[in-house]
C-alpha cells in the first residue's frame, strides 16, 4: 500500500502504517488522515482518468475507484463497490435566481446508489475492513451512513452493526439499513451521545468504526473534488458551498482539492464554504468567535428538523476548519424556514434534496445577500441526499404542517377537486404558475 497515516495535531505529527486499525492517534488522541502519492507521473492522470469513462471494467465503473492513483490501495485490491459516484452536475436556473446568482450549479451526490454522498466514502472504508480482516463493521448515524454501510457491508458479506438516535431519522433511512440486513440499535439520546459509544466499541479488535473519523471514508469522499473539476473541464469553481453536520464531508472535499493543488492539475483553490443549521452550527459559532478559541464548544442539545446536520459535538471540526480557513471560504447558518424554502426552491428545478442538502442553497442565498459572493460567480452547491430520503418533511412543509405557523412561500398542497373535466380545467386556468 502507498502512504500512510499521520495525525493531524502539529505539535505530534505521528506517523503510522496503512495496515494500522487506528480510528485516532494512539499517542494524543488527535485525527488522522492519510498522505498517499500516486504511482505514476501526474501530468497524465487527467487523460488516464477520462480514458476510465469508457470502461466495463468494475473499478473503472466507480467514480471513486476511476481515481484509484489518489487512493491508499495496491493495484490489485479488491475493492467493495456498487458503482457509486459519477453524480450529475446540474444547471440550476430557479435556484439561481433565488440566491441572487447569474448561475448556479448543483452536484448532486444524492443520485448515488444509497442516495447519499456517504457511498463515495464508504466504498473505500469497507474495502479496508475487508483488507483488515475485519468481522463486523459499525456506525453511528442520523440515516445515511447507516444506509450506505449496510449496503456495503452486505456487498462485503460483513456483519453489520448500526447506533441511531431513537425517533429522530427519518423512517425512508431506516428502512434501508433494516432491507439491507444490518442490526440497528435505537439508542436514547442524540448522535453525540452514540457517536461517544462508537469510540467505546472501536477498541474491541475484531469491529471497525466506519464514521467519518476513519480516514478513509475521507479518502472515498475527496474524488467528488476530483469528479467535479473533471465536470468543469478542469476550470475551478470560485465558490463550493456544503451542509455541515459532522463535517467529514468539507474536509473531505477540501483535501481533494488541495491534492490537485499539490498535484499541479489545478493552478488556484475554490473558496469552500460550510452551511450549517442555526440550532446545530457549533463550526459557525467556533469560526465566528473573537478572539477564536483554542477548541470547537459542542452543542449539548442540537435543535433543526434538518436531521441528516443535527449533530452538536462534529468529530471532524478541526479538519474542516482548516479547509473553511485555508480557501477562504465561510461558514454560514441558516434558519429552518430558510432551509424549507430552498429545498421547495430546488424542487422547482425538477432537481429535489433532502432538507440537509437545502442547506447548502439557502446558505449561498445568505453569502450573496452578505455580499460575500458576488453574482457573477461561478458557484457550485453540493446536495447531499435524494429527495426521498425524508419525503414525510416535504409533504408536512407543502401542506403547512412543517412549522407551528407555517407560512412557506412555495407551498404547493394537493387539492381535492370535484370529479368534472370542465371543473379541473377551470382550476388550471386560475393557476398562478409563478414560483418567484
Known amino acids: 500500500m502507498r502512504g500512510e497515516q499521520r495525525c493531524v495535531e502539529p505539535h505530534c505529527a505521528a506517523r503510522y502504517g496503512l495496515d494500522e486499525p487506528l480510528l485516532v492517534c494512539s499517542r494524543c488522541g488527535g485525527l488522522l488522515e492519510i498522505k498517499t502519492q500516486p504511482a505514476r507521473d501526474s501530468s497524465d492522470l487527467r487523460a488516464l482518468w477520462q480514458r476510465r469513462r469508457a470502461s466495463s471494467q468494475a473499478r473503472d465503473r466507480s467514480g471513486v475507484w476511476r481515481f484509484r492513483e489518489l487512493l491508499p490501495f495496491d493495484e490489485g485490491v479488491f475493492a467493495v463497490t456498487l458503482f ?11 435556484s439561481a435566481s433565488y440566491c441572487g446568482l447569474d448561475r448556479l450549479l448543483l452536484k448532486h451526490q444524492g443520485c448515488n446508489p444509497t442516495g447519499s454522498f456517504k457511498d463515495t466514502g464508504m466504498t473505500v472504508a469497507v474495502t479496508q475492513a475487508v483488507r483488515l480482516g475485519a468481522q463486523t463493521v459499525v456506525c453511528a448515524s442520523t440515516g445515511n451512513t447507516a444506509a450506505s454501510l449496510a449496503a456495503y457491508a452486505a456487498r462485503a458479506d460483513l456483519r453489520c452493526a448500526i447506533l441511531v438516535p431513537r425517533g429522530q ?3 425512508a433511512k431506516l428502512v434501508q439499513s433494516l432491507d439491507y440486513g444490518a442490526t440497528v440499535l435505537e439508542i436514547e439520546g442524540d448522535f453525540d451521545r452514540c457517536m461517544s459509544l462508537i469510540r467505546e466499541l472501536s477498541e474491541e ?6 464514521n467519518s473519523i476513519n480516514p478513509f471514508r475521507l479518502e472515498g469522499q475527496k474524488t467528488t473534488a476530483f469528479e467535479l473539476l473533471e465536470q468543469l473541464a478542469w476550470e475551478v469553481p470560485d465558490h463550493v458551498i456544503v451542509p455541515g453536520g459532522n463535517l467529514g464531508n468539507v474536509s473531505a472535499l477540501g483535501k481533494g482539492f488541495l491534492e490537485m493543488l499539490e498535484l499541479g492539475l489545478i493552478e488556484r483553490l475554490p473558496r469552500v464554504s460550510v452551511a450549517q443549521a442555526e440550532g446545530a452550527a457549533p463550526l459557525v459559532r467556533f469560526l465566528s468567535a473573537s478572539p477564536q478559541p483554542s477548541s470547537l ?5 442540537p435543535a433543526t428538523l434538518a436531521t441528516a446536520i443535527k449533530i452538536g459535538a462534529p468529530v471532524s471540526w478541526k479538519k474542516a476548519a482548516r ?17 424549507a424554502e430552498a429545498k421547495a426552491v430546488v424542487g422547482r ?20 445577500a452578505q455580499g ?12 447531499t441526499g435524494h429527495v426521498l ?9 407543502h401542506t403547512g404542517r412543517l412549522f407551528e405557523a407555517s407560512s412557506g412561500r412555495y407551498r404547493n398542497a394537493p387539492q381535492r377537486v370535484e370529479a368534472r373535466a370542465e371543473t379541473i380545467l377551470t382550476l388550471l386556468s386560475n393557476r398562478n404558475r409563478s414560483w418567484t
Not at 457509486?84 to 430557479?94: D, F, M, S, V
Not at 460575500?372 to 446536495?383: G, I, K, M, T
Request: with cysteine; hydrophobic share 45%; glycine share 8%.
Open 205 to 210: 479488535p475484531s469491529i471497525y468504526v466506519v
Open 169 to 171: 431519522i427519518s423512517h
Open 349 to 368: 428545478d425538477g432537481i429535489g434534496c433532502e432538507p440537509a442538502s437545502a442547506a447548502a442553497v439557502a446558505g449561498i442565498k445568505k453569502l450573496v
Open 323 to 339: 479547509v473553511v480557513q485555508r480557501t477562504g471560504g465561510r461558514a454560514v447558518a441558516v434558519s429552518e424556514l430558510e432551509i
Open 297 to 301: 464548544a459542542p452543542i449539548s442539545h
Open 389 to 397: 430520503k425524508d419525503a414525510d418533511y416535504a409533504m408536512r412543509y
Open 372 to 383: 460575500l459572493v458576488s453574482p457573477d460567480e461561478r458557484v457550485v452547491a453540493v446536495l
Open 84 to 94: 457509486e459516484g459519477n453524480t450529475p452536475l446540474y444547471e440550476a436556473p430557479r
